[in-house]
């Protein structure tokens, strides 16, 4: 069982920059790959950014390419996702992901763990 808390959202201008942390409880969080997806008010779950977990590999959607980077500290139990360059359509809830053997991470159906989500607002 593994149990996953998002923080780090909040209200930041455009061209501003986020560092969202997802803290997870259990004791193989090594062990599984994490990702980052994304929910924008009327839109579908999206997904933003995912971590293998050797961390040798990430994958990031095409939308946040460049502006955006994923990592995890397996130690301290927690993936990142730092946020640079905030558009108004980076407004979203975030949620984190733990899949055990899946990857690619891009595809939210089924995957085992989900946080509860945080909230980014982007004002222009």
């Known amino acids: 069982q593994v149990q996953l808390v998002e923080s780090g959202g909040g209200l930041v201008q455009a061209g501003g920059s986020l560092r969202l942390s997802c803290a997870a409880s259990?004791?193989?969080?090594?062990?599984?790959?994490m990702a980052w997806f994304r929910q924008a008010p009327g839109k579908e779950r999206e997904f933003v950014a995912a971590i293998r977990w050797i961390a040798d590999t990430t994958d990031y959607a095409d939308s946040v390419k460049g502006r955006f980077t994923i990592s995890r500290d397996n130690a301290e139990n927690t993936v990142y996702l730092q946020m640079n360059s905030l558009k108004s359509e980076d407004t979203a809830v975030y949620y984190c992901?733990?899949?055990?053997?899946?990857?690619?991470?891009?595809?939210?159906?089924?995957?085992?763990?989900w946080g509860k989500g945080t909230l980014v607002t982007v004002s222009s």
């Open positions: 992901a733990a899949d055990y053997s899946r990857w690619p991470l891009r595809n939210d159906y089924g995957i085992d763990y």
């Open positions: 259990g004791r193989t969080f090594s062990m599984y790959n």
